[in-house]
Nanobody, 123 residues
Framework: QVQLVESGGGLVQPGGSLRLSCAAS????????MGWYRQAPGKERELVAA???????NHADSVKGRFTISRDNAKNTVYLQMNSLKPEDTAVYYC?????????????????WGQGTQVTVSS
């Protein structure tokens, strides 16, 4: 059994900051890419940022210079520091992990999603 648990969402005023965290737990052997996605009402889910196990990152153009993704491999945790938030950043943010885990003596690969955390930017 593996799972991702997100935290850190909430209500913030425009220009404010939030930090999202996502911790993976279970019989995890390795995690390749971890990422953050978001979905606003009436819109498709979109990639916000991703980070490899080696620390290479990619950020969507809409958040470059404002958001920063990072990870702690020892804790199987990924973070998203969000600064200079705008109303258009309002969405449910989802954590994603491409991981390898064990079930008994077997190894399985899985693309795992968190439950989502609401971020609302409003005055």
């Amino acid at each position: 059994q593996v799972q991702l648990v997100e935290s850190g969402g909430g209500l913030v005023q425009p220009g404010g900051s939030l930090r999202l965290s996502c911790a993976a737990s279970g019989s995890i052997l390795s995690i390749n890419v971890m990422g953050w996605y978001r979905q606003a009402p009436g819109k498709e889910r979109e990639l916000v940022a991703a980070i490899t196990s080696g620390g290479s990152t990619n950020h969507a153009d809409s958040v470059k210079g404002r958001f920063t993704i990072s990870r702690d491999n020892a804790k199987n945790t990924v973070y998203l520091q969000m600064n200079s938030l705008k109303p258009e950043d309002t969405a449910v943010y989802y954590c994603n992990a491409d991981l390898l885990y064990s079930v008994g003596s077997a190894y399985r690969g899985y693309d795992l999603w968190g439950q989502g955390t609401q971020v609302t930017v409003s005055s």
